[in-house]
C-alpha cells in the first residue's frame, strides 16, 4: 500500500519560512517524480514545485519561483518544500503527489495534505 506523509506545516508570519517534508513509503521512490500542489479555499488544486526521480530535472510554478525550493533524498524515501519569503497568498492545503517517471496534473498518489496558514 501506496503511503504519502506530509509534515511541516503550520502558521507563520509573513516573510518567514517553514520547510514541508512527504515520507513515501510502497513505492520504489528512485522511480517516481514527486512534487507538490496547493489548494487555497475556494479554489481548485493548482501545482507548486516538481523533482524528476533523478533530480535532475525541477520545475516550479512561477509563483513560487526564487522563494521556494524542492528537494528529495532518494535514501530517506522523502522529498522536501523549503519555503522562504512566504506570503499571505501561500495560505493553502499543501499536497504531496508521487508519478511514475514523470509528474502530470492527474499523479498515480496523492499525501492527505498539510495546512500551511500565513498571516499578514
Known amino acids: 500500500q501506496v503511503q504519502l506523509v506530509e509534515s511541516g506545516g503550520g502558521l507563520v508570519q509573513a516573510g518567514g519560512s517553514l520547510r514541508l517534508s512527504c515520507a513515501a513509503s510502497g513505492l520504489t521512490f528512485s522511480s517516481y517524480a514527486m512534487g507538490w500542489f496547493h489548494q487555497a479555499p475556494g479554489k481548485e488544486r493548482e501545482f507548486v514545485a516538481a523533482?524528476?526521480?533523478?533530480?535532475?530535472?525541477?520545475d516550479y510554478a512561477d509563483s513560487v519561483k526564487g522563494r521556494f525550493t524542492i528537494s528529495r533524498d532518494n535514501a530517506k524515501n522523502t522529498v522536501y518544500l523549503q519555503m522562504n519569503s512566504l506570503k499571505p497568498e501561500d495560505t493553502a492545503v499543501y499536497y504531496c503527489?508521487?508519478?511514475?517517471?514523470?509528474?502530470?496534473?492527474?499523479?498515480?498518489?496523492w499525501g492527505q495534505g498539510t495546512q500551511v496558514t500565513v498571516s499578514s
Open positions: 503527489a508521487a508519478g511514475y517517471l514523470k509528474l502530470t496534473g492527474d499523479p498515480d498518489y
Open positions: 523533482i524528476h526521480w533523478s533530480g535532475g530535472r525541477i
